[in-house]
Structures are given as structure tokens and as C-alpha cells.
């Protein structure tokens, strides 16, 4: 039998698009553990927002930074066995995308063509008001290693441009919930299909994925997912996919859909449990 593991978004999905609370899917988190289901943050976040993120929410599991660019792993994690991998703040890292800096430079000859700005341009507290974040959070969002998130004030005619002129340079362009993403080319799906083949091995078993996701660069992954839940936003409509799996769209937005889908799946494959 297949072994289920869950690879989350999280703004705007597993946490609140306004608040970021995770509430009321946090109610299961307890049973996921129980079961020895992973449930993993698959996001455009940073590492130390995830660390802060995985104390508060009690998760114990690997993540995925910087929309797949990078994939931090718990040291002492049997997933890591017979890998060279490097560390930061106390993770071993799987570098699977490029670094800031690359990006950056590769980046520099096209701001005079395209009107945009990129977070590494600004402050801390003019991240926290254009996100809502707290000042600590804004902070942390701000310590980006793999990607270079701008705010584009252009055109969508531009936008095409800018994403054809910078695949050129190896760079891809992705639409998030806030902001257009430059990064390597990977994706959410890349990290996905990375942890599936390590818990394969590692458990000896077959794994049927599921991934929750509301926005363009969850898409990939949503595609690649056994089960793929799409979770209602309350600012855009449902992206289009082309999935080969099982496609859930919820009723209910953010951490509310999220609670109402994965529920509905324990429920259904493990009913003694509730």
C-alpha cells in the first residue's frame, strides 16, 4: 500500500492571505504526525521564515525555499544518506536552483528596459507595508539566498518581454500571490519530485503525493501531485492546470479550504482514526 505525503503552499493556502494564520487547519497537524504522514512546506518563503514557521506550527519535517529552489533537511534525517550536501543555519541544504547573487548580476542590464523593483532594494519596514508582515517577520522574508522576488509596474505586454529576455540568461520568471519571482530554473515541482524519490526509498514504498496549492507557482506542482487540491483565494480565481491526477478544489479559502480538503482525505483513507 502507498504511503501519502503532503507538499503545502503557504500564503494563501495553509496560512490566511490577510492574517497568516494557519487556523482551523492546525487542528490536524496532531493527527498528520500520528500518522506518519510529512507534511511539507513547498513555498516561495525563505529559510528563516520556515524555521520561525516550524517552531510555532510544531512541524518536523523538510521544507522547500524559495519556490523549489533549495531543500533544507533536518540534520540526522535518513533522507540525507549518501549525499554531499552543504548546511545552513543548522539544516543540510540541497541546492537544486541559483544563488541571489547570480541572479542579480545576470538581472542588472535589463532594469533600464522594464519598470519594476526587487526586494533586495528595500527596507524592512517597507516590506512589512507591502505584505502586512510583522517587522521581525518582514526581516526574515527579506533574507533570501535562492531568489529575487520583484514588484513589476509594468505592463503584461512588458512582463511577456522581460520573461523572454531573462530565460535567455537562465533566469525564470514566476507569478506569486504578491510579487513576480526570479529564480533558477526549477520549481516546486522539482523540490516534490525530489522528496518523492527519497521517501521511496527511505520507506521501502510506493508514495502518492498530494500538494495543496492557490496560485501560478503552485502549478507545477499541483501537475505533478497524485492528488492535486486547489485552494480557494479570496483575490484571484482558480489557476488553470493540466493535471494527470486527481484535481480537489475547495469550497472554502486559505486555511479553511485546506482543513475542509485534507479532512476529507484522512477521513476517507483512514476513518478509525477520527
Request: proline residues 5%; charged residues 20%; contains cysteine.
Amino acid at each position: 500500500m502507498s504511503r501519502l505525503l503532503l507538499s503545502t503552499d503557504l500564503d494563501g493556502t495553509l496560512l490566511d492571505h490577510y492574517t497568516y494564520s494557519a487556523a482551523p487547519a492546525d487542528l490536524l497537524f496532531p493527527l498528520l504526525n500520528r500518522l506518519n504522514i510529512p507534511w511539507i512546506f513547498n513555498t516561495s518563503k525563505t529559510a528563516p521564515e520556515l524555521i520561525a514557521l516550524r517552531s510555532r506550527l510544531a512541524n518536523p519535517h523538510p521544507f522547500s525555499v524559495e519556490n523549489g529552489s533549495a531543500i533544507y533537511l533536518p540534520k540526522g534525517s535518513q533522507l540525507t544518506a549518501d549525499i554531499e550536501m552543504q548546511e545552513h543555519l543548522g539544516f543540510n541544504v540541497i541546492n537544486l536552483g541559483l544563488t541571489r547573487s547570480d541572479i542579480l548580476s545576470r538581472l542588472e542590464p535589463y532594469r533600464a528596459q522594464f519598470n519594476f523593483y526587487g526586494l533586495s532594494e528595500i527596507s524592512a519596514d517597507e516590506m512589512a507595508a507591502l505584505t502586512g508582515l510583522s517587522l521581525d517577520q518582514a526581516t526574515l522574508s527579506l533574507d533570501r539566498h535562492f531568489s529575487e522576488p520583484i514588484v513589476w509596474r509594468d505592463s503584461e505586454d512588458q512582463l511577456l518581454r522581460f520573461r523572454s529576455s531573462l530565460s535567455d540568461m537562465g533566469i525564470q520568471v514566476v507569478k506569486g500571490g504578491r510579487f513576480v519571482h526570479l529564480q533558477g530554473e526549477v520549481s516546486k515541482a522539482q523540490s516534490l519530485a525530489w522528496l518523492i524519490d527519497r521517501y521511496q526509498t527511505l520507506w521501502n514504498s510506493s508514495v502518492e503525493s498530494v500538494a495543496l496549492g492557490d496560485g501560478e507557482n503552485d502549478r507545477a506542482m499541483l501537475e505533478l501531485a497524485d492528488i492535486a487540491i486547489q485552494v480557494r483565494s479570496p483575490v484571484h480565481s482558480f489557476p488553470t492546470i493540466n493535471a494527470s491526477g486527481e484535481v480537489i478544489q475547495t469550497d472554502y479559502c486559505g486555511p479553511e479550504g485546506w482543513y475542509q480538503a485534507v479532512k476529507t482525505l484522512l477521513t476517507n483513507r483512514f476513518p478509525d482514526a477520527f
